[in-house]
């Protein structure tokens, strides 16, 4: 009997060894697995990574092209704008006539103005003050009415309907009358 009961606690040590032992190729496997979709997602982050710089760089380099073609395209208008100048100060130098050269400046300032059109600049007219497109320089007392713009230093301007340079004014300030 005590061989049996021997026999039977051998039994149950290989038993439990056996459980132990496989309980741990489960968890290895277990781990083994965790362990190669970890990688998996490592790789992933990785490449997303990299692939989101090229982008980014990528971007940076389209921007950089449109904002050069844009210039381009302004540029060029300039420069035809320069191949006039410079023929209206060839004929003023060659002893041109005052009157031929006004005509010849009066010429280059449509062709400006047209180019500023075409780009999406128009010129702010304003007959009465208006602080969110005009810069009062000078106020003088006036018999105009009050706020009304007497005379503009430098033109204002808008691209787009968005203003780009206010007009520098001089405002009128109507007098106080002691009426007696």
């Known amino acids: 009997m005590e061989d049996n009961m021997k026999n039977q606690n051998c039994n149950c040590e290989e038993d439990a060894r056996d459980v132990k032992i496989s309980e741990l190729e489960i968890l290895k496997q277990s781990y083994d697995e965790k362990r190669k979709q970890a990688d998996e997602y490592y790789d992933q982050l990785l490449r997303l990574k990299a692939d989101f710089e090229n982008y980014r760089r990528r971007s940076e380099k389209e921007k950089k092209d449109y904002l050069d073609w844009g210039k381009e395209k302004i540029l060029l208008k300039q420069i035809s704008m320069d191949d006039v100048l410079e023929q209206a100060l060839k004929s003023a130098k060659n002893g041109g006539k005052a009157e031929d050269i006004i005509i010849g400046l009066d010429m280059i300032s449509k062709e400006f103005s047209k180019m500023l059109k075409e780009e999406g600049v128009e010129e702010i007219i304003c007959e009465k003050f208006d602080p969110n497109l005009c810069e009062a320089l000078d106020t003088i007392e006036s018999e105009e009415e009050d706020g009304k713009i007497l005379e503009v230093y430098q ?15 001089r405002v009128a300030k109507a007098t106080v009358r002691n009426e007696e």
Request: charged content about 35%.
């Open 155 to 169: 033109k204002g301007y808008k691209m787009n309907g968005k203003l780009i340079r206010a007009a520098k004014v």
